[in-house]
């Protein structure tokens, strides 16, 4: 089973809608980033979460890490056709795979004009 | 700043052919790492590098992968011979020694084994 759990696998939504994409661990998260890709590309880093509780925004886009530092959510407010692509969620899971990050399976958002 | 550099963009090979990926990490970042990401999965960690020396090699296939980082600075990832499940995406990222101060990828290096 994958360590990081992302969800929904995909999505499709109509432009001006809101979503909500999922990140979940079994295991206290050390440091949780979000980035977001285009297919076969690089990783655009897009926020970075490190305390219980805290919480990033960035234009429309904000990102929560929960209490236990165990799930962050990924919120986009009235999408966009260009919010459209793939976003991953990378943790530093601490112990052994300190200094690394492991990532989830990602999520694929497509935004319908 | 510069980014994370990487050459090529996009390389079709066939298999058991050899293939070679060059990586420029950010100046000053100490540690270097290359992921393998095939389509529809989220990024594998291969190797992790601090400066010129190999932290974390365990998931990299060693009998077919090898890497190096002379100097502490660019680094190579070669595939010797290539099969077709080698056909992915292969990332580099550098960091700072102190975790916290954030992972720079850089575009990647499409591979498609024919």
């Known amino acids: 089973s994958q360590e990081l759990e992302q969800s929904p696998q995909s999505l499709i939504v109509q432009e001006g809608k809101n979503l909500t994409i999922n990140c979940t661990s079994s295991k206290t998260l050390y440091g949780l980033y979000w980035y977001k890709q285009k297919y076969g590309e690089g990783l655009i880093f897009l926020m970075m979460l490190q305390k219980g509780g805290e919480e990033k925004s960035h234009e429309k886009i904000t990102a929560k890490l929960d209490e236990k530092k165990q799930q962050s959510s990924l919120h986009i407010t009235a999408s966009q056709p260009s919010h459209a692509g793939i976003y991953l969620c990378g943790a530093d899971m601490g112990g052994t795979s300190y200094g690394k990050l492991t990532f989830g399976q990602g999520t694929i958002l497509t935004v319908h004009p | ?114």
């Not at chain 2, 990222?93 to 990828?105: E, H, K, N, Q």
């Open chain 2, 1 to 114: 700043e510069a980014g994370v550099a990487q050459s090529p963009r996009y390389k079709i090979i066939e298999k058991r052919q050899s293939v070679a990926f060059w990586c420029n990490p950010i100046s000053g970042h100490a540690t270097l790492y290359w992921y393998q990401q095939i389509l529809g999965q989220g990024p594998k960690l291969l190797i992790q590098f601090q400066n010129n020396g190999v932290v974390d090699d365990s998931q990299l296939p060693k009998d077919r992968f090898s890497a190096e980082r002379l100097k502490g600075v660019d680094s190579t990832l070669k595939i010797q011979p290539a099969k077709l499940e080698d056909s992915a995406v292969y990332l580099c990222a550098s960091s700072l020694v102190d975790r916290g101060y954030g992972y720079t990828f850089g575009s990647g290096t499409r591979l498609t084994v024919v």
